[in-house]
């Protein structure tokens, strides 16, 4: 039995690479591979990740094709969307079908790198198909990242007006917070402004009475309240649950009253609005509730709904 080289065995690989390695077609095209794409193939042993994924779809398109959109946030970590579908952008009009790629066509490539177009290129691609929560969520956490440059989204929402995303982009930038640490904070934020409820701190730093200092997500100040989200890394990282024990513990020994939203609870924003609207009116506010029926409706639409009757007015 021929010996495949071990390269081979571990990823996907170009039809001229097995062939460069000495590899025989008929081995190539029996049972210990299997096809991916047309002229790229892994070997049957081979558990595809998502990783793996991107590279095979990269290897069957042009060598100009980037990732783009969802795709190119989830490479740089951001979680959010589904992967099941990978989006890549190609300059010119190619009519090329993979599958599991959507891939786009523009007459003039976006700004990018040898993976993937630049961020700000990724985000505005990824407005112009998200809904508003959506986009206001990522689009907070890559400014606390710092990987949005204001400058540079400027620029290519002003020189480019064509590019399909940029009204989208350009609607949701005023919603956008740079103080949540992650996509969920960030959600958890806009569900809270956009239903009427008392806008609060996002990680400001508080000083309790014994002199602890803490950074609540959300911090209701006048009615010293904090609310926090509790992820799955609360539970899957030792080190952030001890952390949690203590920070939750300090709350408790100085009577400063907390809030917990989960990421269970989060699947149903309502109960999380009603549970901080209940929360707050425990410590005084008597103010209006929640308001689930002016702006709240445009948090699960997509922004192309949402700016079409802006553009025909």
């Known amino acids: 039995m021929f010996a495949i080289p071990e390269p081979l065995l571990h990823g996907p690989f170009a039809r001229a690479t097995a062939l460069d390695a000495r590899v025989p077609e008929r081995v190539l095209e029996g049972t210990r591979f299997r096809r991916l794409h047309k002229g790229v193939y892994c070997h ?9 994924r991107v590279l095979a779809a990269q ?19 951001v979680d959010v969307g589904s992967r099941d579908t990978l989006h890549f952008v190609v300059e010119g009009d ?4 993979l599958d599991g ?16 177009v630049t961020v700000e290129a990724a985000f505005v691609a990824f407005c112009a ?11 907070c956490f890559l400014l606390h990242k710092g990987w949005l440059d204001g400058h ?11 590019r399909r995303g940029v009204p989208e982009t350009a609607y949701v930038l005023p919603f956008l917070d740079d103080r949540p640490r992650s996509v969920p904070e960030g959600e958890l934020l ?7 409820l008392p806008t609060p701190e996002v990680n400001e730093t508080i000083s309790l009475a014994d002199g602890t200092e803490l950074a609540p997500d959300l911090w209701f100040e006048h ?39 989960t990421k269970e609870l989060m699947r149903s924003p309502k109960a999380t609005v009603r549970r901080v609207h209940a929360a707050l009116v425990a410590k005084g506010y008597d103010g209006p509730p929640p308001n689930f029926e002016d702006a709240w409706p445009l948090l699960s639409m997509r922004l192309t709904d949402v700016v079409r009757p802006l553009r025909a007015a």
Not at 129 to 139: E, P, S
């Open 223 to 261: 009615y010293e309240i904090a609310v926090e989200y509790e992820g799955g890394q609360h539970q899957d990282d030792r080190g952030q649950y001890v952390a949690d024990i203590d920070r939750y513990a300090a709350y408790r020994r100085n009577r400063v009253d907390y809030e917990q939203v």
């Open 44 to 52: 049957r042993d081979h558990e595809m990740t998502w990783e793996d």
């Open 129 to 139: 198909d998200a809904r508003l929560v959506d986009a206001i969520k990522v689009g």
């Open 59 to 77: 290897l069957a398109l042009p060598a100009g094709a980037r990732t783009t959109g969802v795709t190119r946030l989830q490479q740089l970590g």
């Open 94 to 97: 190619l009519h090329l079908v």
């Open 152 to 162: 540079l989204l400027d620029r290519l929402l002003t020189e480019e007006k064509w």
């Open 190 to 196: 806009a569900y809270v402004v956009f239903s009427g």
């Open 101 to 116: 790629v959507f891939l786009h066509r523009t007459v003039k490539m976006p700004p990018h790198d040898g993976d993937g």
